[in-house]
């Protein structure tokens, strides 16, 4: 659970907010700034910055952005370079490739993930380094 202090700098750095009342249908939705969804959105979403996803919010297509914070409903892959974080009323049915994952309590995700920067020969080095 995010603070009040948290929240309200969500929101004061977001540039573009999709209402609850808003369907976007087909086509990409992309920018180069922070996006709040709060509405429908049934394309392909490519994202410069950070995405929020709204607890009112939907997506059902693939999503590229910087970070990801999930508290609606996504049907779709992700790639996401930074944090994808899904709270706990966060739904998310599809593949993700993320350089950081973190699910709350009561948050759902089925698929696969895949962590960037994590290879096999990272791994066995930091086992070596380890023993």
């Known amino acids: ?28 939705l992309s920018g180069s ?4 969804i709060d509405g429908q959105i049934v394309c392909e979403v490519s994202i410069a910055g ?8 939907s997506i059902e297509g693939n999503v590229k952005a910087q970070g990801i914070l999930l ?7 992700i790639n996401c370079e930074g944090n994808l974080h ?5 739904t998310l049915m599809g593949d993700i490739q993320v350089g950081q994952l973190v699910v ?3 948050g759902k995700f089925g ?3 895949k962590m960037t ?13 380890s023993n």
């Open 86 to 90: 899904i709270v706990s009323s966060g």
């Open 1 to 28: 659970m995010r603070s009040k202090k948290e929240s309200e700098a969500i929101n004061s750095t977001t540039t573009t907010i999709i209402g609850k009342d808003t369907l976007l249908n087909g086509g990409v």
């Open 104 to 106: 709350d309590e009561g």
């Open 71 to 77: 508290a609606g409903k996504m049907r779709g892959n």
């Open 33 to 36: 700034g922070s996006v709040r």
């Open 111 to 113: 698929g696969n993930c």
């Open 117 to 129: 920067g994590l290879s096999d020969d990272k791994l066995n080095t930091e086992n070596k380094r």
């Open 50 to 57: 950070q995405l929020i996803l709204g607890e009112s919010g």
